[in-house]
């Protein structure tokens, strides 16, 4: 009998302290039945892609409140590339200003959810986002 | 063309990818993840298995990041040895799943190509590891890791089942846990190869210190499970005492774990081990295959019909037991 998960790593980079949010959203998704991996705070974009790697995960959230995430962003979708990774689901949550939005979607990022957004709604995004992958 | 070929050479290979991919297909219980492992399984046999167990919160995720620092850091002329880490904890029993936070402790780990760490949601199992896990550590095994680190959910009591998949098997205890009673009883003391009490600088750890040691003289029962030839001489599971956010006490863990080892080569004890994890493996399969099969070959109706009768105060569970699995035509041909 084949028991398939959906598998996400949650992961905090940057140098602010505030990991609520990315609790928040990792609670919820492990109430919508996924296997959440979670890493903690501080993580480089060197860790985020190495963890995503060794889990085999089907989507990485990133938490990011620094302003950092023009950097960090498109340093983590380097990095999974690199790794082979290209079909993972990346998706930011955080403060980030609407105008960084399109060039982070361009850059390959799934979706950007600033705060307020339910949490039935990521949900939902990534349960689509991986079944269209695996059909892939 | 054959793809399970190629991801058990890339595997043995020691590519990182390909192992991830396989990991979850065993986990999945995956028709082509059980086929790789097939042709893996006889390059296994080679890693050592170090289980860690123990309750929640007395430091097992930071203990295993600590003996994972000191086996790739080891003092001078002694090898570097490659671990890879599976970090086992619970599923929820409501909605199936599960926050895997082990890699929170381990982040003194990154970087290192030497090392690979892997979490794992329980999916149901009660004795602290996942189904797959037996899998997934041969499959690290075959990838040529020299030691493979198992760290279980947080366990109570009877969460047992590391000692049959693990050479040496660390219990992991804090201070203030209990009295001489608690240490009496059976279950998680009794598979300790080596006893540790994590947070010593925790008050009351003295009085722990003493209760097992206490337990340890009446006798300690590892060669009643873990039986070596009369004549060896018996393992006395060492009581160690660690601070793992400090780094104290790691140097004296990693010896006593190699001591363990030597011990389990010179008696024989390796193989013993060996042999009786194999064997409760093949019965486990055992199990599953002919719960599948007889489940294909009853048909649904008599199975709903028998439990009628059951429910009717007809015939006993017992009686209907015996009805269900009684030998049946097409299940015995000829």
């Given at each position: 009998?084949?028991e398939r998960k ?8 940057g140098?602010?302290?505030?990991d609520?949010?990315?609790?928040v ?13 979670y890493?903690?705070?501080r ?6 892609a190495e963890a995503a790697l060794q ?9 990011i409140?620094s302003?950092a ?5 498109p340093?983590v979708?380097d ?5 082979g990774?290209?079909?993972?689901c990346?998706?930011?949550g955080g403060?980030i200003?609407?105008n960084d939005?399109p060039?982070?979607i361009?850059?390959?990022?799934a979706?950007?959810?600033g705060?307020?957004t339910?949490?039935?709604q990521v949900?939902?995004?990534?349960t689509?986002?991986?079944?269209q992958?695996?059909?892939? | 063309?054959n793809?399970?070929h ?8 020691g590519k990182?990818l390909p192992?991830?991919r396989?990991?979850?297909?065993v986990?999945n219980n995956?028709p ?5 492992l ?10 050592h298995?170090?289980g ?11 203990l295993?990041?600590?003996?994972a620092l000191a086996l790739r850091?080891?003092?001078s002329?002694?090898a570097?040895r490659?671990v890879?880490?599976?970090?086992v904890?619970p599923?929820s029993?409501?909605t ?7 890699r929170?402790r381990?982040?003194?780990l990154?970087?290192?190509?030497g ?20 899998g997934?550590v041969?499959?690290l095994?075959a ?5 493979v ?5 947080g ?5 047992v089942?590391?000692a049959?998949l693990?050479?040496?098997?660390l ?10 009673i608690?240490?009496?009883k ?6 300790a190869d080596i006893?540790?009490?994590?947070k010593a600088?925790h008050p009351g750890v003295?009085s722990?210190?003493r209760?097992?040691?206490a337990m ?9 499970h873990n039986?070596?030839a009369s004549?060896?001489?018996?393992w006395?599971?060492?009581v160690?005492?660690t601070i793992a956010?400090?780094s104290?006490g790691?140097a004296d ?5 190699d001591?363990?080892t030597a011990y389990?080569h010179?008696?024989?004890a ?7 994890r ?9 199990q599953?295959?002919l719960n599948?099969n007889?489940r294909a070959s009853v048909?649904?109706?008599?199975i709903?019909?028998?439990?009628a009768?059951?429910e009717t105060r ?5 009686q209907?037991?015996?009805?269900l699995t009684?030998?049946l035509?097409?299940?015995?041909p000829?």
């Amino acid at each position: 009998m084949i028991e398939r998960k959906i598998r996400v790593l949650i992961a905090k980079p940057g140098l602010d302290g505030h990991d609520r949010g990315a609790k928040v959203i990792a609670r919820a998704l492990r109430d919508a039945g996924m296997e959440v991996i979670y890493t903690g705070l501080r993580q480089t974009p060197e860790m985020i892609a190495e963890a995503a790697l060794q889990e085999d995960v089907d989507a990485v959230g990133i938490s990011i409140l620094s302003g950092a995430h023009m950097v960090l962003v498109p340093r983590v979708l380097d990095l999974l590339r690199a790794n082979g990774q290209e079909g993972v689901c990346v998706f930011v949550g955080g403060i980030i200003p609407e105008n960084d939005v399109p060039s982070l979607i361009n850059a390959g990022v799934a979706q950007v959810y600033g705060p307020g957004t339910p949490t039935t709604q990521v949900v939902e995004d990534i349960t689509r986002a991986v079944l269209q992958q695996a059909q892939v | 063309m054959n793809v399970e070929h190629d991801l058990v050479e890339s595997v043995v290979a020691g590519k990182r990818l390909p192992l991830a991919r396989l990991l979850t297909l065993v986990e999945n219980n995956a028709p082509e993840g059980l086929a790789a492992l097939d042709q893996l399984f006889p390059h296994t046999g080679r890693a050592h298995l170090i289980g860690v167990t123990g309750s929640p919160g007395s430091g097992k995720s930071s203990l295993v990041n600590q003996i994972a620092l000191a086996l790739r850091n080891p003092p001078s002329g002694k090898a570097a040895r490659s671990v890879a880490i599976v970090a086992v904890d619970p599923t929820s029993p409501f909605t199936g799943g599960a926050v895997l936070g082990d890699r929170v402790r381990m982040r003194d780990l990154a970087g290192d190509p030497g090392i690979y760490i892997r979490s794992m949601a329980s999916r149901g199992a009660l004795g602290g590891l996942a189904r797959a896990t037996t899998g997934v550590v041969q499959a690290l095994d075959a990838a040529g890791f020299d030691v493979v680190l198992v760290e279980t959910v947080g366990a109570g009591q009877a969460e047992v089942d590391i000692a049959r998949l693990a050479h040496t098997t660390l219990v992991i205890e804090a201070p203030g846990m209990g009295d001489d009673i608690q240490a009496i009883k059976a279950g998680i003391l009794e598979i300790a190869d080596i006893l540790v009490i994590n947070k010593a600088d925790h008050p009351g750890v003295d009085s722990t210190v003493r209760a097992l040691r206490a337990m340890l003289e009446l006798g300690h029962p590892t060669h009643l499970h873990n039986p070596v030839a009369s004549g060896t001489p018996l393992w006395i599971p060492p009581v160690l005492q660690t601070i793992a956010t400090q780094s104290e006490g790691i140097a004296d863990l990693v010896e006593a774990i190699d001591r363990h080892t030597a011990y389990l080569h010179t008696t024989g004890a390796w193989q013993a081990r060996d042999r009786s994890r194999l064997q409760t493996e093949l019965e486990q399969l055992v199990q599953v295959e002919l719960n599948n099969n007889w489940r294909a070959s009853v048909p649904p109706e008599f199975i709903q019909e028998t439990l009628a009768q059951v429910e009717t105060r007809q015939i006993s569970p017992y009686q209907a037991a015996k009805l269900l699995t009684h030998p049946l035509p097409e299940l015995h041909p000829g």
